[in-house]
């Protein structure tokens, strides 16, 4: 059983000890809340929602950061750590990987996942308690960076995003994974029909219908591919382009400082 410690960012971590870096965390406290209580089947209902395709896109995410052995990089919104995990793999042994999330559950959930593997890349990973509006780190700091779903959930999509910028080295990447805001009405009412009967229909199984039932909205409120390129410009990114993926259902923002 993993163990609960504060500690500071950086410091050398076992794999069989959780530590937590406390920040302070400004964020919507519904929101924190719903993803503490879907923690603990998250991984589960990822792989049945998606028939499994969130594996491909998150491995696509992972290639389209640059990451490379070596690198010190981020996953801000990390979750139960898919890509944190993607990223140890892709970073090396002799690399290092911060997954941060404002809910402790969720890294409670992927420090125990990083317990049950045996791969020595994923010693390099630390799990800290943060938030992506105030990034607990210092300017130029991260070689590589990735945000899977997470940039439809935070209060602020441009304080996130000049936060990720802040914390990127020059000429670094970040890859932002997420639900797409399509602008084709046939693929919006495609994807709304998913989650009117087979999302919320197979989290009511595992007794969360109703904090499934938030993602139209947050869908509705995001931005489109345009205005995530445009807004990334907009912060100083000097490149930035958004993908359609799965027919437009899922989008990947990449972004170069």
């Given at each position: 059983m993993a163990s609960l410690q504060l500690c500071l960012p950086f410091s050398s971590t076992s794999r069989s000890q959780f530590r937590f870096s406390y920040?302070?965390?400004?964020?919507?406290?519904?929101?924190?809340?719903?993803?503490?209580?879907?923690?603990?089947?998250?991984?589960?209902?990822?792989?049945?929602l998606s028939f499994g395709?969130?594996?491909?896109?998150?491995?696509?995410?992972?290639?389209?950061?640059?990451?490379?052995?070596?690198?010190n990089v981020l996953d801000?919104?990390?979750?139960?750590g898919d890509l944190s995990f993607l990223l140890s793999e892709q970073v090396g042994s002799q690399g290092k990987?911060?997954?941060?999330?404002?809910?402790?559950?969720q890294l409670s959930m992927a420090s125990s996942r990083q317990d049950?593997?045996?791969?020595?890349?994923?010693?390099?990973?630390?799990?800290?308690?943060?938030?992506?509006?105030?990034?607990?780190?210092?300017?130029?700091?991260?070689?590589?960076?990735?945000?899977?779903?997470?940039l439809r959930n935070v209060v602020n999509n441009r304080k996130a995003l000049e936060e990720?910028?802040?914390?990127?080295k020059p000429g670094s990447r970040i890859s932002v994974l997420d639900?797409?805001?399509?602008?084709?009405?046939?693929?919006?009412?495609?994807?709304?029909?998913?989650i009117d009967?087979?999302?919320?229909?197979?989290?009511?199984?595992?007794?969360?219908?109703?904090?499934?039932?938030?993602?139209?909205?947050?869908?509705?409120?995001?931005?489109?591919?345009?205005d995530l390129e445009k807004l990334a410009l907009e912060i100083g990114f000097s490149r930035a382009k958004h993908y359609e993926l799965s027919g437009g259902l899922m989008g990947n923002l990449v972004a170069t400082r």
């Open positions: 920040g302070r965390v400004r964020c919507s406290g519904e929101r924190q809340e719903l993803f503490s209580r879907i923690a603990p089947v998250y991984d589960n209902l990822n792989d049945l395709q969130h594996r491909i896109w998150k491995r696509m995410a992972v290639s389209w950061s640059g990451a490379k052995t070596g690198d801000v919104c990390c979750g139960s990987v911060i997954g941060l999330d404002f809910s402790k559950n049950l593997v045996s791969k020595a890349c994923y010693k390099n990973i630390e799990w800290i308690v943060g938030d992506a509006l105030d990034l607990p780190f210092s300017d130029c700091f991260f070689d590589a960076i990735t945000m899977g779903y997470g990720s910028f802040r914390v990127l639900f797409n805001k399509s602008t084709q009405p046939f693929t919006t009412a495609i994807q709304e029909w998913m009967n087979v999302v919320v229909p197979v989290a009511s199984g595992y007794g969360l219908a109703g904090e499934y039932q938030y993602l139209k909205s947050s869908i509705r409120e995001f931005l489109t591919g345009k």
